[in-house]
């Protein structure tokens, strides 16, 4: 099967880990444990596809859509939506493996979904839309040592979400794979080896894991946003949960003009250097 067409039916579900220390999680063994030898995978957000790949969408759902269920879009009806493509290579000194979802039960990594039928991922990556002034503050306060989930970062999300400042992507999807080769210093990567969702998942050096945009719940919800410039931020693995070698290079933003549908004016979204 085609790897896009087998993301989307495979799709997991972002849910966040607030609360849990990173020492915990990273602390975890057994089937679905994260190697701790020496060498460690180190993922980063590849911003040519967030800028290339990105568009609004006016969609319409349902009461019983699963996205709706499972809070991507916070009512039924119709919705703005910013969508984008989210790649996240491995640039690291070996492989991120997760494995077996099915072994991962009751652990910190996976849950079973009813509403989609599979296996739901824990904590990957997170999505904000930012006011400028907003984001401002967050580069220059927050502390890229430390989880999202915790201390400073925890209090900076808080207090710019309650104020206005950032509009958070809800359970975003989520299957780790070999998607897409991504070169490192111009060498290809060898083959892919995690491509099953089901059975064995994980990112290869030099593999990029993407997220086209067209997929469940790739997007932020934009319903009533106002006209202006705004910054889409991407960061993976924002509360730690698999150890790197760098945490600080987990994020990349992309800023934006939005100006919503007025009337007979079209909703309209470009990308500002």
């Not at 930012?130 to 306060?141: L, V």
């Not at 400073?152 to 309650?162: G, Q, W, Y």
């Not at 290809?188 to 990029?208: D, F, K």
Request: hydrophobic share 35%; charged share 15%; proline share 7%.
């Amino acid at each position: 099967m085609d790897p896009t067409l087998r993301k989307y039916f495979l799709v997991l579900i972002l849910v966040g880990v607030a609360g849990l220390s990173a020492s915990a999680v990273k602390a975890q063994v057994g089937m679905c444990a994260i190697q701790t030898g020496p060498l460690q995978p180190d993922l980063i957000v590849d911003q040519a596809p967030l800028k290339s790949e990105i568009y609004l969408s006016e969609e319409h759902f349902s009461g019983n859509d699963c996205a709706v269920d499972e809070n991507c879009v916070t009512k039924p009806g119709n919705h703005l939506l910013l969508r984008f493509t989210t790649s996240t290579p491995n640039i690291g000194q070996t492989a991120l493996v997760v494995g077996n979802p099915a072994a991962c039960l009751d652990t910190l990594f996976f849950e079973f979904s009813m509403c989609h039928q599979h296996y739901h991922y824990h904590g990957y990556t997170a999505y904000r839309l930012w006011t400028e002034a907003g984001y401002q503050r967050w580069i220059a306060s927050r502390n890229l040592q430390m989880p999202t989930s915790a201390g400073i970062n925890r209090a900076l999300l808080d207090a710019a979400e309650a104020n206005g400042d950032l509009t958070v992507g809800r359970k975003q999807g989520f299957c780790l794979e070999d998607s897409r080769p991504y070169p490192i210093n111009g060498n290809p990567p060898g083959p892919a080896v995690y491509q099953s969702c089901g059975t064995n998942q994980g990112l290869s050096v030099g593999w990029a894991d993407v997220y086209s945009a067209d997929l469940p719940c790739q997007y932020v919800q934009i319903t009533g946003i106002s006209e202006g410039n705004y910054v889409l931020e991407n960061q993976v693995n924002p509360d730690q949960v698999f150890p790197e070698s760098d945490y600080t290079n987990n994020s990349t933003a992309v800023r934006l003009y939005i100006r919503p549908h007025h009337g007979n004016i079209p909703a309209l979204l470009q990308v500002l250097e």
